[in-house]
């Protein structure tokens, strides 16, 4: 029998561990039983989170992933989604994260990038840089044409990182043009979401000679950690819940 107990075995199995983020949200107690999306998150960023999310898909833990148009492994990354049809895809668009350069050329997003050619690391950097906004929707259709033409099927479309409310708000608006859902997992409160924390995963990180930050794959969480969360996958109520996770 597939039960609660199968599934959190599944998920420790899966390698999903170590990479879990600070919230699972809810829509509230729908019906009686327990639905749970687990989305994995930063598709294409890089080797082992493309491959983490694929076997997470194929162990039955993940059934919808979030691809980044300007990552570095995202020609892979879409050749996956297509052979894996029935993972759900969605559009993670970065105009922040300092690992990240824009799919257009420089000259075309100069208010958006630091001096090296990369984003803002975060929306306080982005703000400060007093940012023009045309060119951060250039920037998000490009990405969403990019997805396009590499022939991936997507039904939804979320920033990536915390973003500033006014980039929230455009993503929002293309989406609405667009006809995609908007599948924010850091905010929930579009759709009456409530949230439980849980352990927030660290990312080791060093800082090189040129100034860019280079990140690596943290530890696993001890024992004590696993406990912890797989106790709050016991506590989960009726309700349709959603968390993103970072394998790989």
């Known amino acids: 029998m597939y039960n609660r107990r199968t599934f959190i075995k599944q998920f420790a199995a899966v390698g999903v561990l170590g990479c879990m983020p600070a919230a699972v949200f809810s829509e509230g107690d729908s019906d009686r039983s327990i639905q749970l999306l687990v989305r994995g998150d930063d598709l294409g960023k890089n080797f082992g989170r493309t491959s983490g999310i694929i076997k997470a898909y194929k162990e039955g833990i993940i059934t919808s992933a979030s691809i980044m148009p300007t990552s570095a492994y995202f020609e892979e990354a879409a050749r996956l ?106 905010d929930g409160s579009l759709y009456g979401f409530t949230q439980i924390k849980l352990m927030q995963e660290s990312w080791p990180n060093t800082k090189m000679p040129d100034g860019q930050i280079i990140y690596y794959a943290p530890p696993p969480f001890d024992l004590q950690k696993q406990q912890f969360f797989f106790d709050a996958l016991n506590s989960l109520k009726p309700g349709r819940w959603m968390t993103a996770v970072h394998p790989g």
């Open 81 to 186: 989604c297509k052979e894996n049809a029935k993972l759900t895809v969605g559009i993670h668009i970065a105009v922040l994260d300092g690992t990240q350069r824009p799919v257009l050329s420089p000259d075309e997003v100069s208010s958006i990038i630091t001096p090296l050619g990369y984003f803002y690391d975060n929306a306080e950097q982005l703000e400060r840089a007093s940012p023009n906004t045309e060119e951060i929707e250039k920037e998000i259709r490009a990405q969403l044409e990019k997805a396009r033409k590499s022939g991936i099927d997507f039904c939804y479309m979320e920033p990536h990182r915390g973003v500033p409310g006014f980039v929230r708000d455009m993503v929002i608006r293309i989406c609405r043009e667009q006809k995609l859902l908007f599948g924010d997992p850091v």
